[in-house]
């Protein structure tokens, strides 16, 4: 069974290496977005550090769904989908390791250029350690319940405005512990709780998601 | 039987000891129904399939050939009856069902940037019960590539390949994955005439074996003593059943309560 999981995991990360631009366009997204907050609402420091927390969050949100949607749908285009769920080994299980596959190839990127998108905000130094652990604890979040959505839209037209659609609203808890976790060590105050339950949601959606996306999926061959 | 196929043993890797075949193999449906959006494609189908049988699904367009092997594989929920194995029901245990099952449908699975190779040895991974050694996944891939004539294509990435080898790479996860139950939904189609006698090579080794094969086809593929389904048979017009009742298919089948 972990033979299978792993199996697809490195199938996954092979096929992203390989077609390097995906991975890549996400954090490009994120980085040229960042930036234009700046050139918005002026070069103002004052501005930029109160908001810094929030844009770097937002805008992770929204470079993590540019890749959702390709998360099952390449599968089920070219018929591998059908293949997997075919498997001695619960199409659960295989889900899982795609939303590994998924975390380690857009989640870790986001986390590696949060730090210097935070360094052009302003933000100040106390708050960089924790927008680190918070990405770190938030970003599998993100992977799970996008995986979700991704599972859902399979067969519709316009599935990447669905998927926003879907997706977003269920974000929003992730996001508000993300900023306020950061606002709170800006401000001289503890983090802790708010790290706390961003690592409960990762940990609630991991045993939540992967079922709720494996009964889409099965869902989406019939 | 007289089903039995004629060929003799063949060097064919054999099938691994977790799908081992019992002499007593056996696969059947019961009155199995069929719904696809709101009509009915066949109702009340039977089919058996014991070990070393063949079974070649006939029929014109849209008579369920294709739905019936996504139904026998498990992709597809039939609206009533049950598949079964001999040692019971598909449904108490689908995975051993989906371990001893190897499907074949019109998408080849094909990864445009990973290499022959490469796609063998991850569909023999994820296909096998228990994790296969290194080693053995080397052989049975190479096997398996050697026997669908794709050595030399080993190395080449799937988006190289013309459909035909695209095909064959398919039909090579029979071999790399071995399992006792092959259901292939016409799996000559773009292929030249070399590969279908090399197909109908390995599909006689299969079934002297012990093996067993569901196929559909339009073309002409040398099945010896192959029982022959035709799925018009089991076409349903309910209006010519009950014209004078409601035209429901539902209730015209009497399956409301389902």
Redesign the interface.
């Known amino acids: 069974m ?3 999981l792993l ?2 995991l490195r ?1 996954d990360l ?2 992203a290496l ?2 390097g631009a995906d991975s890549l366009m996400v954090v490009a997204f994120f980085v040229i977005t960042v930036t234009l907050f700046p050139f918005g609402v002026g070069p103002e420091q004052a501005v930029l550090e109160r908001i810094s927390g929030g844009v770097v969050w937002v805008t992770a949100l929204l470079a993590a769904m540019l890749s959702l949607d390709r998360l099952f749908q ?1 599968d089920y ?4 989908l ?9 199409i659960v299980v ?1 889900v899982v390791g795609k939303m590994i596959a998924h975390w380690l190839t857009t989640g870790l990127p986001l986390i590696i250029a949060s730090p210097v998108l935070a360094l052009l905000l302003h933000m100040q130094t106390d708050g960089y350690a924790v927008l680190l652990a918070a990405m770190a604890l938030g970003t599998p979040s993100l992977s799970l319940i996008g995986g979700v959505g991704a599972a859902l839209i399979l067969g519709a037209r316009r599935g990447g405005v669905l998927l926003s659609l879907l997706v977003l609203p269920l974000y929003i808890p992730i996001l508000v512990f993300g900023v306020s976790a950061v606002e709170a060590a800006v401000m001289g105050l503890d983090a802790a709780p708010h790290l706390m339950i961003l690592g409960a949601l990762s940990l609630g959606g991991l045993v939540l998601c992967p079922w709720a996306a494996a009964a889409a999926l099965k869902q989406a ?2 | 039987m007289s089903d039995r196929s004629p060929s003799t043993p063949s060097p064919a890797a054999p099938l691994s000891a977790a799908t081992a075949l019992a002499p007593d193999l056996r696969f059947e449906g019961r009155g199995l129904v069929c719904l696809r959006g709101e009509r009915i494609v066949f109702a009340n189908l039977d089919f058996s399939l014991g070990a070393g049988e063949a079974l070649l699904l006939l029929g014109p367009n849209g008579s369920g050939k294709s739905s019936l092997l996504r139904l026998m ?5 039939p609206m009533a009856g049950a598949l079964a194995w001999h040692d019971g029901p598909v449904d108490d245990d689908p ?2 069902h ?2 001893r ?1 190897r ?1 074949v ?7 445009p ?2 290499t022959a190779a ?1 796609i063998l040895r ?2 023999a ?7 296969p050694s290194r080693a053995a996944l080397d052989t049975s891939v190479a096997d398996a590539l050697a026997r669908m004539g794709l050595t030399h294509l080993g190395d080449v990435p799937g988006r190289m390949l013309s459909a035909g080898q695209k095909r064959r790479l398919n039909l090579a996860r029979l071999l790399a994955a071995p399992a006792p139950l092959w259901l292939m939904d016409e799996p000559v189609t773009a292929l030249d005439k070399a590969s279908v006698r090399t197909l109908e090579g390995v599909m006689a080794d299969h079934r002297a074996q012990g093996g067993m094969i569901a196929l559909s086809t339009h073309q002409d593929v040398d099945l010896p003593g192959a029982r022959v389904l035709d799925l018009d048979a089991f076409g349903v017009d309910p209006l010519d059943l009950h014209p004078d009742i409601d035209a429901d298919p539902y209730t015209s089948l009497g399956l409301a309560a389902c």
């Open positions: 972990l033979g299978a199996a697809v199938r092979r096929l390989r077609q390449a285009e070219d018929g591998s059908d293949l997997l769920t075919l498997t001695p080994t619960p295989l061959v019939e | 594989a498990g992709l597809l929920r995975e051993r989906h371990a099952t499907y449908g019109h998408a080849d699975a094909i990864k940037v990973l490469e991850f569909w991974q994820v296909c096998a019960e228990s994790p």
